[in-house]
């Protein structure tokens, strides 16, 4: 079963940045691909950027331009660059398999993000 461990989380100031990071144990990281999903208090998990295994990347209209995915298949991690912070950014950040794709692994603990002056 492949864990997933997310890391980078923290408080920021809107207009701030922060750099989260997804590992993933297990060798078949590298055919999957993957995405960042967030969930704010009592709202629904959303997908809001996705990279396939070569690298292509896709972002939700409201993160467009301000996060960028990549990954390192050789570490089993993706990262999550935000800039441009909002406070309607705060949010439990995952990471996962792209729904779209993928069956779903176990989900791990997330990292919060909060954005507030």
């Known amino acids: 079963q492949v864990q997933l461990v997310e890391s980078g989380g923290g408080l920021v100031q809107p207009g701030g940045s922060l750099r989260l990071s997804c590992t993933a144990s297990?060798?078949?990281?590298?055919?999957?691909?993957m995405g960042w999903y967030r969930q704010a208090p009592g709202k629904q998990r959303d997908l809001v950027a996705a990279?396939?295994?070569?690298?292509?990347?896709n972002y939700a209209d409201a993160v467009k331009g301000r996060f960028t995915i990549s990954r390192d298949n050789a570490k089993n991690t993706v990262y999550l660059q935000i800039n441009s912070l909002k406070p309607e950014d705060t949010a439990v950040y995952y990471c996962?398999?792209?729904?779209?794709?993928?069956?779903?692994?176990?989900w791990g603990q997330g990292t919060q993000v909060t954005v507030s002056s």
């Open positions: 990279i396939t295994s070569g690298g292509s990347t």
């Open positions: 996962n398999t792209d729904r779209r794709r993928h069956s779903f692994w176990s």
């Open positions: 297990g060798s078949i990281f590298s055919i999957k691909a």
